[in-house]
């Protein structure tokens, strides 16, 4: 496993507590705390930031979260575990995660704007955006999974 590389907490910390500002301002948006932990696994999933993955499955799990919908998340499409309020968010995340890729489409927009509010869709955007900045410092850093622990 390689080195962690930089800690950006201790080197840039006001930029490192402004993050985590930001990361409590979306904590606290009102969205459902299930459906973040599923749109902050899966961006993180696809971005292959082990140390987020691992964070925040640990978290839905201390939440409540049943474990068969955490293994089933990379291939939800395949499954009925999900709501369609959940199902739009995790598109929304993956087209947003993935924009190289196109972008995010007319299309998938609009199916998740059915099942969230203008705000709570300002909400998830910027649960997605928070998400995708933490899971770039993780992946740059080189974060170590394994030594996070729910609610300290």
């Not at 496993?1 to 006001?14: G, H, K, N, V």
């Amino acid at each position: 496993m390689p080195a962690p590389r930089i800690s950006l907490q201790d080197l840039t910390p006001e930029i490192y507590r402004a993050m985590i500002a930001l990361d409590g301002a979306v904590a606290r948006c009102g969205l459902e705390r299930s459906l973040l932990e599923l749109v902050r696994i899966r961006a993180s999933q696809i971005n292959g930031c082990a140390y987020c993955v691992d964070m925040h499955t640990l978290d839905a799990r201390a939440a409540g979260e049943r474990e068969q919908r955490l293994y089933a998340l990379p291939v939800w499409r395949e499954t009925p575990f999900f709501t369609p309020r959940e199902r739009a968010a995790l598109e929304l995340t993956e087209a947003a995660t993935r924009l190289p890729g196109g972008g995010v489409s007319d299309e998938v927009y609009a199916r998740t704007a059915r099942h969230f509010s203008e705000e709570e869709l300002g909400d998830l955007i910027w649960a997605i955006t928070v998400i995708n900045a933490w899971n770039r410092i993780g992946v740059t850093a080189r974060l170590v999974p394994g030594e996070y622990k729910p609610g300290e």
